[in-house]
């Protein structure tokens, strides 16, 4: 299991969000359903608070307790 703090990468993101990369990029310009905005980690990488990305999981509809 994937600890709650800390930055998560696309790869993971996808994977926790069920999303491809395209719909999290545009969840996140459309600041729709408050999807969490990426950290910037150096020139072309980026990360999404772990923690918030969870969190946003656990708010979608259909979501199952942990």
Known sequence: MTEAHGLARLAEVEQLTGLSRSSIYRLEA?????????????????GWPRAAVLDWCRTRPGATPD
């Not at 459309?30 to 980026?46: D, E, H, I, M, Y």
């Open 30 to 46: 459309q600041n729709v359903f408050q999807f969490p905005k990426r950290v910037k980690l150096g020139l072309r990488a980026v």
